[in-house]
């Protein structure tokens, strides 16, 4: 008999908020071997959501844990659902993943979770529906008969390409932007990034054939206007990118695509912004994290100041919306540079910028010299500060006027940036 699973994004606010997307493409991976169903349960209340779970009468409960801050959230919503269920005779199997998953897995599993998946999850999925939850097994965190049992790595799939499209059909109505992924990991080894440690540490693509595929589905069957290719870092193999723009620009229907790159991997080939604009990408975040050049080498991104500099300024001269993202409080950061943050994000010249607090992350370098989990206060209000004072300052708001009087997407953005301030799904 085919078991019924439920997928669910918790109750929560999380500023790495995919929503169901990253279910949707679990449940392409196992939707020939059962029956699925998807919940968005963020806006409800934890009892709410769970009754709306469990009246889906599911075999198998699986809650994604997306970033490290929805551990917390998701922990209190799996306990919710064992209590709930503690009357019915045969209750179901609840299983937590997802990046949050993979670096707390004990708080999930003391709350009432019968196991953790760790990595990417469309292997050890079809393992659990067709096997159950066995101590040891690959990609499992579970209780064994002497504590915590953590079986060996699942492997990582290869080619992506094999992996069945996102099951989109059984999402709810999508808002304005729709997800999608071009690749997994990232070559790099900055060690603030957890990426490495999720997806491990070969980087691994999809073919541009495939992802001008299903760029032209999304557009033409879900009216997709603005797509965010998800991935960490889209640029990793730019002769890779030069292909996917060759293909996108056969697809003749209307889209804007943003995407997340490195600035040295922007800079790599002269010709690359250009054909990443004529594919109608016109909006790319750029993780700057330091402008100091001593802290960005120890923290594994030793990209100088003028590469910033000279991508976002091609960036404007292509219409490319471009966005920083600074970490506040990496090591090794001094006084000075701090207190220069921001006016050396002004002196790059980015059309917006965000400025996060640094987040020593589980199982990377960084955890071992400061507590995992636990943001600086300070670094959180400096954070804040930076941000709304590069915001308001009056050469970003110059900048982004004459964008606007140009036209263009670039302006577009630039038009709702002054107007609401920005906001974007990025991580560090």
Excluded at 205 to 234: C, M, Q, T
Excluded at 371 to 389: L, N, V
Aim: with cysteine; aromatic share 6%.
């Amino acid at each position: 008999m085919r078991k019924r699973i439920v997928l669910v994004k918790p109750p929560e606010t999380s500023r790495l908020n995919f929503g169901t997307f990253s279910l949707a493409v679990l449940a392409g991976a196992v939707r020939h071997i059962a029956d699925i169903t998807l919940v968005d349960a963020t806006d409800l209340d934890r009892d709410e959501a769970a009754r709306e779970v469990i009246a889906e009468n599911p075999d198998i409960i699986g809650v994604t844990v997306m970033s490290e801050e929805s551990v917390g959230p998701a922990s209190c919503f799996v306990r919710s659902l064992k209590n709930s269920l503690k009357q019915t005779p045969h209750p179901p199997t609840i299983i937590a993943g997802g990046h949050g998953a993979s670096m707390h897995p004990l708080p999930l599993l003391h709350s009432g979770a019968a196991a953790v998946v760790y990595g990417e999850g469309e292997k050890t999925m079809r393992q659990v529906v067709e096997e159950g939850i066995v101590p040891g097994a690959k990609g499992l965190v579970c209780q064994g008969k002497n504590g915590t049992v953590r079986g060996k790595p699942q492997e990582p799939v290869y080619p992506l390409d094999s992996l069945e499209k996102p099951a989109r059909d059984l999402m709810p109505a999508s808002e304005n932007v729709f997800l999608m992924e071009t690749s997994r990991g990232c070559p790099h080894s900055c060690r603030f990034c957890e990426t490495t440690r999720f997806y491990g540490r070969e980087w691994r693509p999809f073919s541009p054939g495939r992802i001008a595929e299903e760029v032209h589905e999304l557009v033409e069957k879900y009216r997709a206007w603005i797509i965010h290719f998800a991935d960490d870092n889209f640029a990793a193999d730019p002769d890779r990118v030069l292909r996917i723009c060759d293909e996108l620009q056969k697809v003749s229907l209307p889209f804007v695509i943003l995407a997340s790159a490195r600035a040295d991997d922007l800079a790599s080939r002269p010709v690359l912004l250009k054909e990443m604009s004529d594919a109608r990408i016109r909006r790319i975040t750029v993780g700057v994290e330091t402008l100091d050049p001593l802290t960005a080498g120890k923290a594994g991104k030793p990209v100088s100041p003028g590469i910033y500099k000279e991508v976002f300024r091609k960036m404007r001269e292509h219409d490319i919306f471009s966005v920083a993202s600074f970490i506040v409080g990496l090591p090794g950061e001094s006084p000075e540079i701090r207190k220069n943050s921001v006016a050396l994000a002004l002196d790059a010249a980015p059309d917006a910028a965000h400025f996060l607090p640094f987040l020593p992350l589980a199982g990377t370098p960084y955890a071992n010299e400061r507590k995992p989990g636990k943001a600086d206060q300070q670094d959180i209000r400096d954070s804040s500060i930076f941000s709304t004072a590069f915001r308001n300052h009056p050469a970003t708001i110059a900048r982004l006027k004459e964008a606007v009087d140009r036209g263009g997407i670039r302006g577009l953005f630039a038009e709702k940036t002054l107007q609401k301030g920005y906001t974007g799904m990025n991580r560090q």
